[in-house]
């Protein structure tokens, strides 16, 4: 197998060697921020958003990106270049750099910046026309005001304590309430319903990320005439909805068969979000920044 090349801190060092210190606060505290962006046919699918996304969190946490925008982008391409990937995924992680044993984020003179690109297989096919079994959970989604789910940081103890629920049920994937109740979004994917051909997602400020995904479907829906609505819901909307679908950068577009035991639609991927999932693979490839 070819060597895999990571970008690590302005170098390019083999897996073996990519190594952070044990004093670097994303892995004392979280205390950092990443992306998880795609790249189809050599094309760095929406490379921008996820950019600005990235440098938005930077400036919510205050934390110093030491590359410029261009900079970055340009460690990106040669990243993937070195890797000779034109098909796969794309982990881009700044943390707040090596400090002391306390939390202050002032003792971390330099964030590390970390680069690692592979190739992806989350999902089968198959998954994609049968649907995933989900659950809610109890767990709630942070607060916008205790860690705002709009900043795409390291801490991912809420979404993993979810998922560690999701897996005790024997389900595929877990659906957010926030303390009101309210649906907002799975362990890592947005969430739609669609009832009556009425497309709904829950508007971000309720605690969920603000997906670039979830943001292509809604532009590919008002694009092609869709009906769409960004709407608080609940758990019941879910029951009753004809279809459900979740999206991400890794899971692209994909239904839900079966909340909390209800069977949603016919148990199986229904012909919107089909239709939306195939709308969305037909961007992808275009729809970025090219590397080859
Ligand atoms: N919500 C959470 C909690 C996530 O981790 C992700 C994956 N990044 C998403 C939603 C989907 O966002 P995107 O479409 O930008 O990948």
Known sequence: MA??????????????????????????Y??????????????????????????DSAKSI??????????????????????????GYIRLVVSRGAGNLGLDPNRCPKA???????????????AY??????????????????????IKSLNYLNNILVKIQSNLSGAGEAIMLNSQGYVTEGSGDNIFIIKNGVI??????LGALEGITRQAI????????????EEPFSLHDVYIADEVFLTGTAAEVIAVREVDGRIIGEG??????LKLLEEFRSVVDKDGLKVW
Not at 33 to 48: D, L, P, Q, S, T
Not at 63 to 79: F, H, S, W
Not at 200 to 205: E, I, L, R
Request: hydrophobic share 35%; with cysteine.
């Open 112 to 126: 590390s910046v970390i680069i690692i690109v592979e190739q992806l297989a989350i999902y089968s096919e198959e």
């Open 62 to 87: 205050m934390l110093n990106i030491p590359l410029t925008y261009q900079e970055m982008e340009d460690a990106l391409v040669e990243t993937l270049r070195r890797n000779e990937l034109r098909d």
């Open 3 to 28: 060597e895999q090349w990571i970008y690590l801190n302005g170098q390019y060092v083999t897996k073996e060697n990519a190594v952070v210190s044990v004093y670097d606060h994303g892995f004392l």
């Open 268 to 273: 199986h991927a229904g012909p919107i979000t």
């Open 218 to 229: 809604i532009d590919i829906c008002n694009e092609k005439g869709y009906k769409l609505k």
């Open 129 to 150: 026309k049968t649907g995933l079994k989900t659950v809610s959970v109890s767990t709630k989604r942070n607060l916008p005001d205790a860690l705002n789910p709009k």
């Open 200 to 205: 709904t997602t829950p508007p971000c400020y």
């Open 30 to 55: 979280g205390d950092g921020i990443f992306e998880g962006i795609r790249i189809y046919n050599g094309n760095i699918f929406k490379c921008k958003e996820h950019l600005d996304r990235l440098y």
